[in-house]
């Protein structure tokens, strides 16, 4: 078998395993980064930018928002119920990793907010082009070109597989390329960073107790399968509960046009089941919540429902919420985008000649939609005594055709797993770190609790990021002492 020889392996190459490794080698450390796929970046190819607070972008923007702010805000979402030093450290050092990331030659366009009431923490990578999904994949590809400067080898098409141990603390790797042959890599510590195990349909069916495409709509990026999750339990890691990183998920993960997406994600009627009202519509922008409240409706369903004059009036003059996810306000593609759905025989859109007809389609007792869409069309006219929603969204249904979209529980993939210490040192049951193992991103975010937290967005990139730097830091400080 093949042996190779370094001091710090770090498994994976998304946003925490390329700043770990770019970290430790800026602090002396000879590093290895063994990534299972063609490229570097992971899931954050997709996303838009990570998390900073106290920013030189923040104070430009006259934006207040302190360490000390979020951590209060933070440990009050999560009820205590997490590891307060490590989201102290995180935060605390996440402006000077915005600028750390400045000075590999990454730009950013400013400081934003996910949705109103979010706070201005999510820092959007400038690529040159508008604002808008997969901005971070310039991020990443700085990360990449550091990491070559500084003589990282990055191995790609390569798979860590095991923990390798002697007296107790980690003394190498096994790894396998892809043709299949294995090999060992020596190394005084390893760094575990495989993003979780979003695309592992029984891992999350065990853990969190959801069905895949059934009760949940998860980003499924392929390859993030649990490995590191499984590597370092092998390794005498403690076993923390795996969670989902929650979202909503509109359509059952059926492509939709982006004017049917858009306009169903608006603060619409949204009824459960029982054809009831289930929330303030307008609090729908928090993806969140939403996924928390579908979650928790019979069949784990909500519905997002309009009319034709609420339709029309979106295609005329654009619709009322966007976000720089859903940035465009033009929705000339709705009634083709329906049409094609319902050609194709979809099974989370519907389309239907009357409240009562609509309801029979969703299942919904037809009397019970149409009180409470009498009901929802009274508060139009006065206001929304029910959930007090601003009645700049109160919109009347009254006009056929009526169309409705399905809302489930979706996610980002999941967080957590592996104990790790404000260090990122890897703990056993005893809470006490294995040495020369450490872990970090989402295998080893167990700061959310029960919800991830959207109210400073960026969250999970910057933990990505932050705790991936913490954790090459201190593995390059420890390989000094073995
Ligand atoms: C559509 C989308 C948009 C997002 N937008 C944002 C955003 O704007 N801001 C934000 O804060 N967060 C965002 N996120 C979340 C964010 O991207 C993740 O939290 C972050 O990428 C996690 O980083 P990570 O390094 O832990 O794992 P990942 O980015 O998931 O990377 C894991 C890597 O591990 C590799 N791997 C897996 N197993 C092995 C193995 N055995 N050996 C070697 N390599 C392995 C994978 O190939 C992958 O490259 C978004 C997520 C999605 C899906």
Redesign the pocket.
Known sequence: MEKLKTQIVV?????????AAVQAAEDGAEVIV????G?????????????GIGTRYQQEQMIDITVEKAFNMFMEYTHYNVDARLVKRYFEQSAETIEWLEDMGVEFEGAFRYFPQSEAT?H?VKTGNKIG?R??GAMNRALFQRAQELGVKIMLE????KILKTDGRVTGVL?QKAGGEEFEIACDAAII????A?ANKELIKEEIGLEQGRELFN?A?????G??LR?AWEAGADHLPVRI?QACDLGGGEEAAAGVINIFKQPNLLVNKFGKRVMNEEYMQNTTYLGNLANHQKDKTVYSIVDASIVKAYVKNGVDVTSL?NPETDVSDFYDGMDRLLENGTKNFFRADSIEELAAQLGIEPEALADTVDEYNDYCDSRDEEFFKNYRYLKKLRKAPYYAAAIHPGG??T?GGIRINENCEVCDKEFMPIPGLYA????S?NIYEDSYMFLL????????VNT?RIAGMEAAEYIETV
């Open positions: 498994i994976a190459g998304g946003p925490s395993g390329m700043s063994l990534e299972k796929a490229i570097t970046g992971g899931a954050a190819n997709m996303g838009m930018g990570p998390l999510w959007i999904p901005a971070a390569t798979v860590g597989k790894a960073c495989t993003g979780g979003g980003f990026i392929p390859g993030i399968v490995d590191g590597m990183e996810v980002y993939g967080v970090a991103g989402a295998d975010c967005p960026g969250n999970s990139m910057g933990y990505a991936g």
